[in-house]
T-cell receptor, first 111, second 114 residues
Framework: SQQGEEDPQALSIQEGENATMNCSYKTSINNLQWYRQNSGRGLVHLILIRSNEREKHSGRLRVTLDTSKKSSSLLITASRAADTASYFCATEPYNNNDMRFGAGTRLTVKP | EAGVAQSPRYKIIEKRQSVAFWCNPISGHATLYWYQQILGQGPKLLIQFQNNGVVDDSQLPKDRFSAERLKGVDSTLKIQPAKLEDSAVYLC????????????FGPGTRLTVT
């Protein structure tokens, strides 16, 4: 069964705008990861945030984690056409090493 | 550094036939995963190996799916007999250890069952 649920299912923005995607999950976790998938490069890891962390940055990416609300958000700033892809959150449940992926957010960045 | 290798990239079979997929993880990665990704959905974990032992196969349909990882390196995933609903992309991933390490994914095998 899938643990995370991304919101929205699809998002379309103009190049240069910011994109925010949300992930909600159901059970306590050890960590949460965000992945990107496009036809050219397959599924690629973006960022990992541990359960005791609240925010992480990597280049134009900013991830937040609120364990009290069981939710995370991924912000992509100054988006580019190359950011067009599906974005998935994956959670590792507490005391369990298997990763559970959500259904993803399909992001389209228009040039 | 070489990535995760998978073969074949594409496979078309008829229902009730059998099929096998192969995966070679990144050298030194102890953990290997097989995922099934149906169109429009996220990857679903089928089985996880730590070296050559199974850590989790709770979502593997064991009546038709089997997987092995001999010598703790390469792995094969087999479906016998295939059903129409098995049409999906089968992804292999590896990581240094389970848990807090990122997973590296292969390009996947797109299976079509007719």
């Amino acid at each position: 069964s899938q643990q995370g649920e991304e919101d929205p299912q699809a998002l379309s923005i103009q190049e240069g705008e910011n994109a925010t995607m949300n992930c909600s999950y159901k059970t306590s976790i050890n960590n949460l990861q965000w992945y990107r998938q496009n036809s050219g490069r397959g599924l690629v890891h973006l960022i990992l945030i541990r359960s005791n962390e609240r925010e992480k940055h990597s280049g134009r990416l900013r991830v937040t984690l609120d364990t009290s609300k069981k939710s995370s958000s991924l912000l992509i700033t100054a988006s580019r056409a190359a950011d067009t892809a599906s974005y998935f959150c994956a959670t590792e449940p507490y005391n369990n090493n298997d990763m559970r992926f959500g259904a993803g957010t399909r992001l389209t960045v228009k040039p | 550094e070489a990535g995760v290798a998978q073969s074949p990239r594409y496979k078309i079979i008829e229902k009730r036939q059998s099929v096998a997929f192969w995966c070679n993880p990144i050298s030194g990665h102890a953990t290997l995963y097989w995922y099934q990704q149906i169109l429009g959905q996220g990857p679903k974990l089928l089985i996880q190996f730590q070296n050559n032992g199974v850590v989790d196969d709770s979502q593997l349909p064991k009546d038709r799916f089997s997987a092995e990882r001999l010598k703790g390196v390469d792995s094969t995933l087999k479906i016998q007999p295939a059903k129409l609903e098995d049409s999906a992309v089968y992804l292999c991933a590896s990581s240094l250890e389970p848990g807090v390490y990122e997973q590296y994914f292969g390009p996947g095998t797109r299976l079509t069952v007719t």
